[in-house]
């Protein structure tokens, strides 16, 4: 079965999606479901590594999908064509690592396509992203799975400039308009756990007083969002 995690996301893709591409699609696992679903559409799972490349083979051999999924070896966007695909997603990595592929790839967006991404952690990188490529954040929500946290954003290619204050940045726009259940408990544990290193922090011989006026600042952020 599918992950809450990964169904979320699986959710949040158009009905009208010709082409998907799943990029660090490991087992392949979203493509599959969504392709079992949708026999009209078509799917790319690009992989970098040998291993999880051959597991998404064997997946897309095992639900009979090989017409509809096409299985491809290499880093990032660099599998797909410009434009192929109007519908990407990147799941299970890193906000760093999901951003860095976007900004390697950028000649291959068109800049039609919706991105549906899903870092474990650092979603403020994606945001950061999203700011610096002109990018509109369309969706966001937190939610917990197995007591790790998730965040899904969705973005689209913005016709004019996009601006978000280091607040929304930190702990999403659209999160911060209306949060969730999900969203109140992690950030309530974030902030235990920052007050703590704060303290730490504070104890040091020689304390960081830049890192520690970010980490109150984030606090401050925090609180207020809470409340
Ligand atoms: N997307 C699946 C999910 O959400 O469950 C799999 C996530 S798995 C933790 C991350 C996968 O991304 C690994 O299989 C890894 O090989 C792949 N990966 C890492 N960097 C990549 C890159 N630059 N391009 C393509 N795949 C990458």
Redesign the pocket.
């Given at each position: 079965v599918l992950?809450q995690?990964?169904t979320q996301?699986k959710q949040l893709i158009p009905h009208d999606t010709k082409v998907l591409a799943?990029?660090?699609?490991?087992?392949a696992?979203?493509p599959c479901y969504i392709c079992l679903e949708r026999p009209s559409m078509k799917a790319i799972a690009?992989?970098?590594?040998e291993g999880?490349k051959q597991a998404a083979i064997n997946q897309v051999t095992q639900f009979g999908l090989s017409d509809q999924i096409d299985v491809r070896l290499?880093?990032?966007l660099s599998v797909i064509e410009r434009g192929e695909a109007d519908c990407i997603?990147?799941?299970?990595?890193g906000g760093s690592?999901i951003s860095s592929?976007l900004t390697d790839g950028q000649d291959k967006l068109s800049g039609d396509e919706l991105l549906i991404l899903?870092p474990n952690i650092d979603a403020n990188l994606i945001r950061r992203f999203a700011v610096d490529n002109q990018f509109v954040i369309n969706y966001e929500t937190v939610l917990q799975e197995d007591g790790y946290y998730y965040e899904i954003l969705v973005l689209t290619k913005s016709a004019q400039p996009v601006n978000y204050t280091e607040r929304e940045l930190y702990l999403g726009p659209l999160m911060l308009q209306q949060p969730n259940q999900a969203f109140r408990e992690k950030w309530s544990s974030v902030y235990q756990n920052q007050q703590d290193i704060i303290q730490n922090m504070k104890q040091a011989k020689v304390p960081n007083q830049e890192k520690i006026e970010q980490f109150e600042q984030e606090l401050h952020w925090i609180k207020e969002a809470l409340s």
């Open positions: 992950s995690r990964l996301v799943d990029i660090g699609s490991d087992h696992q979203l690009g992989e970098v590594n999880p290499g880093d990032g997603t990147i799941a299970g990595m690592l592929i899903q």
